[in-house]
């Protein structure tokens, strides 16, 4: 279950993100949700989305859930939300690492957020065999995806996108300087387009002044703490913003405040972080051209076109993947159902012993016990299906009667 770029816009996304520090405790509480046996919650920039395991239906329970655990009424956001099951779970999560399924198809940044969110709930012991080995089917259908077919070559980034944009408002931009706050791959990719397109000069900005350093050494770029913000805006041409807040740390005052200290010399602003890092109500302000990453989309598609033929490609190997899936599947839960029969009829048989060995101990007659236990271990085998045969007769299931035959009787012909 989920929700993504292709079914809601940003202000919803966002709503619906998790904080990576609470990503324990909320697997901690979906995996307590009746009914469900291994759960995992991916949440990125372009997507929310619930991983679950159960013998039931746990669709209702899950979406009441989300809605919950981010203190929203229940159901609010049920027309966003997208649900699949059995095989199209995993047809989509190899979609989603295989970068098929983003925004900018073939990036290759959701392939370790993927990871990161199995071996989150692997760390937390939220996930059980099936859901594990769908995870691990995955990873592997996706590589085969990214090494059989043209989707992942000539990628097409959000940082490439937004380099894109910046020359569209700018035109070159040496001279110009640029503000990066955060440390994470999304920042890094960007300082590295950015520097490699001769940008001026860049500046990272971060909560933790230790990785703004540790990152700004390998660009030869200055680094600050976030408390220097409203100081550095005004100094800048460009402002991208990724950071892990649930909440903005670029507010409108900040922005307000250093547009005029520019003299309304025209500021880029590029918020790629869900929830948002940058006030959205600072839009409506002069000279400051401010985007999201749904802003995006326009210049990702016009890049994307060559990509359409190694989609196409590629769903039909995601397609053999999943074949395959299900075949481990049915064996998986045919083991299942033996491993049950074994140790029921391991059970009867210990049970039948003691209960013989006593009697020999006791003086009887061994013969005469052992053909008592051969006798007693028959009926206890057979009780449970003679029923459910003669009932099957009973109600002329000659379904159930003919696989009874095949599964019992020596010759199957």
């Known amino acids: 279950m989920g929700i993504s770029h292709q079914t809601a816009p940003i202000a919803i996304r966002e709503r619906l993100a998790f904080a990576a520090e609470r990503l324990p405790d909320a697997l901690q509480s979906l995996a307590a949700v009746p009914s469900v046996e291994g759960c995992a919650i991916l949440s990125t920039c372009n997507r929310t989305e619930l991983y679950l395991s159960g013998s039931q239906t746990t669709m209702r329970e899950a979406a009441d859930w989300l809605h919950q655990w981010h203190g929203l009424g229940i159901g609010q956001y049920q027309e966003h939300l997208y649900q699949l099951e059995g095989s199209a779970s995993l047809f989509h999560l190899i979609k989603v690492v295989s970068g098929a399924d983003s925004m900018i198809i073939g990036e290759p940044q959701v392939a370790g957020q993927v990871k990161q969110s199995w071996q989150q709930a692997n760390d937390a012991s939220t996930l059980d065999t099936r859901l594990d080995r769908m995870f691990q089917h995955a990873f592997a259908g996706a590589k085969r995806v990214r090494s059989e077919t043209g989707i992942g070559r000539d990628p097409v980034t959000l940082p490439f996108a937004a380099l894109r944009l910046a020359r569209q408002i700018f035109g070159p931009l040496e001279g110009r300087s640029a503000l990066l706050v955060g440390a994470g791959e999304m920042i890094e990719d960007c300082a590295t387009h950015f520097n490699d397109s001769g940008m001026g000069q860049l500046t990272i900005v971060n909560r933790s002044i230790e990785r703004a350093r540790a990152l700004a050494e390998r660009f030869s770029a200055a680094s600050h703490g976030l408390d220097a913000l409203p100081s550095l805006l005004p100094q800048h041409d460009l402002l991208i913003a990724c950071t892990a807040s649930p909440e903005a740390v670029v507010t409108r005052d900040m922005l307000d405040r250093a547009i005029g200290e520019r003299r309304h010399r025209p500021l880029f602003a590029l918020d790629l972080a869900v929830p948002r890092n940058i006030a959205p109500d600072s839009s409506d302000l002069d000279d400051l051209f401010l985007y999201t990453i749904d802003d995006l989309h326009e210049i990702i598609e016009k890049n994307q076109q060559r990509r359409q033929d190694a989609l196409r490609h590629a769903m039909d190997l995601i397609d053999s993947e999943v ?40 003086g009887q007659n061994p013969e005469d016990v052992l053909q008592r236990f051969g006798h007693r271990l028959v009926n206890r085998l057979l009780h449970g299906p003679s029923i459910r045969l003669r009932q099957a007769a009973e109600q002329a299931d000659k379904d159930l009667l003919a ?11």
């Open 403 to 413: 696989a009874a035959r095949f599964f019992f009787e020596d010759d199957p012909a």
């Open 323 to 362: 074949i395959a899936f299900e075949r481990w599947l049915h064996l998986h839960e045919s083991s299942t159902t033996l491993k049950q029969l074994r140790r029921q009829a391991q059970g009867e048989r210990d049970r039948l012993l003691d209960e013989a060995r006593a009697q020999i101990a006791a």
